[in-house]
């Protein structure tokens, strides 16, 4: 029954969870205010948080979960993708603690657990199962055939759909991250604008053409009618996400007609998204699917989700020794 201590920090959050025999017994997670006033992630101010924020968010973990330092069999960390700043001193902390006990080190890839994340509470999918994933750096539709062979059937060519949330709330001046901001205003408004977005095709995203046309749209409309962004901020929410939830669930069919998968999850911190998540219930009771959300602590950044990841690879003896290094790309 082994029990992990696991550490994310790829991007803003620092992140540390202990699971044991699979299943998660705390997941502690410190975000970074610093990044609001600059309208998104300053990578050097993030890895100086992640710095200062390490061993207490460890340490409160630790006394969560009931589990001494002695107690723990084995360290997993997010080696990549991210920011390489970030990375590094997750790693550098796992590395140390691992080598002062003499421990197992499991490196595991961030995009993997997002999909993983699952896997942290029940019920859980069975394999092989469809997954789209989308975060603020990443949009990708992956075929999950069993925990570690994962197939990126499609992805953004551009941005990915976290990041054309949070681009669109800056033109509207909204703060970082917007996303959240834009969910709450369109629950209160109606997708009255049409925005163009071009498709690339096939299962790919394409989300920067978006920004441009919303950018276009509310210059018209504000010459024709003074105040109108301010006025008409909920409506404009509305589309934006209309948009954007659209462009995803057309390329979730059209990625599951092609698969033949009918289990379809989804995964990564837009998932937090509420029309996403009722659109693809209904989506789902249309189509006979059957549908994964992970509940919101697992869905943005946290380390449970490594940790998962991890127990699969400490089953199957994957390993890494002490020159391993972090990868801002795997
Ligand atoms: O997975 P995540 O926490 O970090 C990355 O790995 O990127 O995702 C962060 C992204 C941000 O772009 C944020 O605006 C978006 O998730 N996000 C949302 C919502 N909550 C977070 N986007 C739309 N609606 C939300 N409720
Ligand atoms: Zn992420």
């Not at 590395?95 to 961030?110: G, M, Q, S, T």
């Not at 994964?292 to 990841?309: K, Q, W």
């Amino acid at each position: 029954m082994p029990t992990l201590l696991a550490i994310e920090s790829s991007c803003d959050d620092t992140s540390a969870a202990i699971v044991r025999d699979g299943r998660v017994l705390s997941n502690v997670t410190a975000s970074q205010q610093v990044h609001v006033e600059y309208g998104g992630v300053v990578p050097e101010y993030a890895s100086r948080a992640h710095q200062r924020n390490i061993v207490p968010t460890v340490e409160v973990a630790l006394r969560r979960a009931g589990v001494s330092a002695e107690d723990v069999d084995a360290v997993a960390f997010t080696r990549g993708p991210g920011l390489i700043g970030s990375l590094m001193v997750g790693v550098s902390f796992a590395k140390a603690f691992a080598l002062a006990r003499d421990l197992p080190l499991i490196e595991v890839d961030h995009m993997q657990a997002h999909v993983l994340a699952h896997f942290a509470e029940d019920p859980k999918p069975e394999f092989p199962f469809l997954c789209l994933t989308v975060s603020g750096g990443h949009t990708q539709l992956v075929v999950v055939r069993s925990p570690l062979e994962q197939e990126i059937i499609g992805r953004t060519i551009d941005d990915a759909a976290g990041e054309a949330f949070d681009k669109s709330g800056k033109l509207l001046g909204l703060s970082y991250p917007a996303g959240p901001e834009i969910d709450r205003r369109a629950a209160l408004g109606t997708p009255v604008l049409d925005f163009a977005q071009p498709d690339p095709g096939g299962l790919d995203f394409s989300f920067s053409g978006l920004k441009t046309s919303i950018l276009y749209t509310l210059q018209r409309r504000a010459r024709e009618e003074e105040g109108y962004v301010k006025d008409h901020l909920d409506d404009i929410c509305a589309s934006i996400q209309d948009a954007i939830v659209s462009t995803l669930l057309r390329k979730l069919v059209a990625a599951s007609e092609q698969t033949g998968l009918s289990r379809v999850a989804l995964a990564g911190g837009v998932s937090a998204n509420r029309e996403l998540r009722q659109r693809l219930e209904q989506l789902g009771r249309e189509r006979g699917w059957q549908t994964f959300v992970p509940r919101l602590e697992y869905c943005t950044d946290n380390a449970a989700m490594i940790g998962v990841t991890a127990a699969f690879k400490f089953e199957r003896g994957l390993f890494v020794g002490q020159d391993v290094a972090p990868a801002a790309r795997l």
